[in-house]
């Protein structure tokens, strides 16, 4: 099995900050890796699909980078909105989700 | 638009089953496949498996095998998911998610709005 670790788990931020989510594939994946943001009691929403692209109707302040093995998220200025926890997913073979990581207010 | 709708919160005792519905709607039900997901509270997202509703072929996760099976229903556009021998572990909110896609290799772009399984005696 593939296994996705994430970095940080948490991270506290400012409004304005920019912020980078690293995953960490066990084995490389080509762009096959995917960004969810998440919010307390509601279910995950796709960001970012094949590495760097941004689904439709999410902000351009969210981007992806990486190939491989090694993948970021970044948001160029949170914004009050982003709070939230994010996760990584390969769907090079199956699926396997990192274990998340919530971004929260400073 | 599209729209994953799941059933409703479930309470169940060790030892029982639980079948948790996925209705969708809004697009050719056919032409994805679908996956569940499950959430223990305050953990991350666990991948249960996945189901083709084109040709109903199936993938469980190791560690739930041999207790999950996975079906779908192109009369009614609806996907289920059953759980059995339940365990206190198995307390999670589950859902369902669309594969952007007829098979693997693709993300998840569409999620139901999450069931609440609780497993207590």
């Known amino acids: 099995d593939i296994q996705m670790t994430q970095s940080p788990s948490t991270l506290s931020a400012s409004v304005g900050d920019r912020v980078t989510i690293t995953c960490r594939a066990s084995q490389s994946i080509g762009s096959l890796l995917a960004w969810y943001q998440q919010k307390p009691g509601k279910a995950p929403k796709l960001l970012i699909y094949?590495?760097?692209t941004l689904e439709s109707g999410v902000p351009s302040r969210f981007s992806g980078s990486g190939s491989g093995t090694e993948f970021t998220l970044t948001i160029s200025s949170l914004q009050p909105d982003d709070f939230a926890t994010y996760y990584c997913?390969?769907?090079?073979?199956?699926?396997?989700f990192g274990q998340g990581t919530k971004v929260e207010i400073k | 638009q599209v729209q994953l709708v799941q059933s409703g919160p479930e309470v169940k005792k060790p030892g029982a089953s639980v079948k948790v519905s996925c209705m969708a709607s809004?697009?050719?039900?056919?032409?994805?496949?679908f996956s569940w997901v499950r959430q223990a509270p305050g953990q991350g997202l666990e991948y249960m498996g996945w189901i083709s509703a084109y040709n109903g072929e199936t993938h469980y996760a190791q560690r739930l095998h041999g207790r999950v099976t996975m079906t779908t229903d192109t009369s009614t556009n609806t996907a289920y998911m059953e759980l059995r021998s339940l365990r206190s572990d198995d307390t999670a909110v589950y859902y369902c998610?669309?594969?952007?896609?007829?098979?693997?290799?693709?993300?998840?772009?569409?999620w139901g709005q999450g069931t609440l399984v609780t497993v207590s005696s």
């Open positions: 997913q390969q769907y090079n073979t199956l699926w396997t």
């Open positions: 998610a669309r594969v952007a896609g007829v098979g693997a290799y693709r993300p998840f772009d569409y």
């Open positions: 094949k590495a760097s």
């Open positions: 809004g697009y050719t039900f056919s032409s994805n496949a």
